[in-house]
């Protein structure tokens, strides 16, 4: 029963092979069952499965970020595939100017492209020093786990739906409590807006041409008159569409190093879908806890 179960669990998501250092740690934390693997386990002040916790240790340990690095900070299911292919091909658009015959999202799923911090990454240096610059990497991890080396830097299931929402209303979700994550960047994008730029899925799907010639001033590679002209905006939000990347073979079969299928990235892709799956009661629930979290703070969706 157990192997049978550990079959179906993403490779990142199970429980086997964790270092001696993490399993250690593991002893001394808070413990909840999870939704995909067996347990969450709390770790300053947020939630993490043990796989992932063993590659949060290792980010913090081991990783060395440079000034030009981009880093990208989602909660998950929150357009995580979405900016990570909009950035993608805002940064690689002169170097893969033909844009529909070779580049690379029509061929790689984005998470392959932009890899995640915590998903053994820094455990690979060959990799990461043959990057080039401007690096470009994605995370989950709370403001407060991100390694100092980041913030110090100078850049500009088995359970019941039911189960599982009553669990991440107590705040114990993959990374979460949520609403702690996204306040924690919420202020320092605040206090840095140089060097946080704060992004809301539903501003990205409400106004995709506006934000993204934001996100390309911000990163560093505005859009110039010429391009605009010639459509270079309209070609890259077509070529990071939900309906043309969830369409793509690659993004229809295989799986990614940690196991998750890439089909899993592609789910729905608009905004409101919630009210099919949660009850009225529920959603108040929720926006009832979002304003007592974040409404004093000014934050809105």
């Known amino acids: 029963m157990s192997k049978s179960n550990n079959n179906v669990i993403p490779e990142n998501l199970q429980e086997s ?16 069952k999870a939704w995909f693997s ?3 386990h709390q770790y300053q002040g947020f939630w993490f499965f043990s796989r992932q916790l063993e590659g949060l240790l290792s980010c913090q340990k081991h990783f060395n970020a440079l000034n030009s690095d981009i880093l990208i900070v989602t909660t998950p299911k929150s357009g995580t595939t979405w900016l990570k292919a909009w950035t993608f091909a805002l940064l690689n658009r002169k170097k893969y100017p033909k844009i529909f ?21 820094c455990d690979d240096k060959t990799t990461l020093n043959s990057l080039p610059s401007p690096r470009l990497f994605a995370t989950h991890l709370p403001y407060v786990s991100l390694p ?17 929402f009553k669990k991440f209303c107590n705040g114990v979700s ?12 919420w202020k320092k994008s605040l206090e840095q807006p140089e060097k946080i730029m704060f992004m809301r899925y ?31 905006i309209d070609d890259i939000l077509k070529l ?10 690659v993004n229809k079969k295989g799986k990614l190093p940690s196991g998750i299928e890439n089909r899993a990235f592609f789910r729905c892709g608009e905004i409101g879908d919630s009210k099919n799956y949660l009850t009225a009661e529920m959603i108040e629930q929720l ?14 969706f």
């Open 148 to 164: 100092q080396s980041v913030i110090n830097s100078d850049y500009a299931s088995t359970s019941s739906l039911e189960d599982s």
């Open 101 to 121: 015959q070779n580049h690379p999202l029509l061929n790689e799923n984005p998470h392959f492209l932009v890899p995640f911090l915590e998903v053994n990454l």
């Open 202 to 232: 539903e501003e990205m799907k409400k106004s995709p041409s506006i934000v993204l010639k934001e996100l390309a001033r911000f990163i560093g590679c505005p859009f110039s008159k010429e391009e605009e002209d010639e459509g270079a």
């Open 174 to 185: 993959i990374c979460g409590p949520f609403w702690d994550h996204v306040l924690g960047y």
């Open 17 to 32: 092979e964790v270092s001696q250092e993490c399993k250690d740690l593991i002893a001394t934390l808070p413990m909840e």
């Open 38 to 40: 067996k347990h969450f």
């Open 240 to 249: 990071c569409s939900f309906k043309n990347l969830s369409n793509l073979e």
């Open 287 to 300: 926006d009832t806890i979002t304003e007592e979290k974040l409404g004093q703070y000014g934050f809105r």
